[in-house]
């Protein structure tokens, strides 16, 4: 089993370039996270879907898109990389929203120079 | 509008005593608290809840954490901390009232036994 998987983890983008960050989930969840970590800020979410079909923005969406593509698919999509934009990111699902865990991906690092 | 505070960056411990993460929470309604714990290079592992009931929750790896509503606290304890225990440890919230269905994050406390 699975869990959650992120596809890359690593990864360095110019400045101006576009990319797609996947995450697929193999636990049948109805919600999926993406959040970002920054030093000395914790995790903030970037956008979420409460079930499949369905996006919304979380605290910092701005220069980026998502897509939910499926019930176990939940893509995340820089169209225009700034340096702003560099740090670890993570995907998540959960059963039933905010009302059970999380259960998380290993996480992104992105680098824009 | 919801919040979590983690007073503490770092948290120093020796081994075999008792640790203490703080969290203090900020809602409109009920709350639902986690805790979760993050390993070097790992994503986010799911510790405890706190939902209803009892206010001393007990959770994975031998921690628990008490739920005291009047001071708006959440804080994650074991009576007897390892070596690998030390960790980035994350409280969250989900306030109930606005129905927003996601978790809102503290900025982490750094938990380091010291063997």
């Known amino acids: 089993n699975a869990g959650v998987t992120q596809t890359p983890k690593f990864q360095v983008l110019k400045t101006g370039q576009s990319m797609t960050l996947q995450c697929a989930q193999d636990?049948?969840?109805?919600?999926m996270y993406w959040y970002r970590q920054d030093p000395g800020m914790g995790l903030r979410l970037i956008y979420y879907s409460a079930s499949e079909g369905t996006t919304d923005k979380g605290e910092v969406p701005n220069g980026y898109n998502v897509s939910r593509l499926n019930k176990r698919e939940f893509s995340l999509r820089l169209e225009s990389a700034a340096p702003s934009q560099t740090s670890v990111y993570f995907c998540?699902?959960?059963?039933?929203?905010?009302?059970?865990?999380?259960?998380f991906g290993q996480g992104t690092r992105l680098t824009v120079v | 509008a919801q919040s979590v505070a983690q007073p503490e960056d770092q948290v120093n411990v020796a081994e075999g005593n008792p640790l203490t993460v703080k969290c203090t929470y900020s809602?409109?309604?009920?709350?639902?608290l986690f805790w979760y714990v993050q390993y070097p290079n790992r994503g986010l592992q799911f510790l405890l809840k706190?939902?209803?009931?009892?206010?001393l929750v007990k959770g994975s790896y031998g921690f628990e954490a008490e739920f005291n509503k009047s001071q708006t606290s959440f804080h994650l304890k074991k009576p007897s901390a390892l070596v690998s225990d030390s960790a980035l440890y994350f409280c969250a919230v989900r306030d109930l009232q606005t129905g927003a269905n996601n978790l809102f994050f503290g900025t982490g406390t750094r938990l380091t036994v010291i063997p």
């Open positions: 636990m049948n969840h109805n919600s």
């Open positions: 706190y939902i209803t009931g009892d206010n």
């Open positions: 809602v409109s309604g009920n709350p639902y």
């Open positions: 998540a699902s959960s059963e039933f929203g905010g009302l059970t865990e999380a259960f």
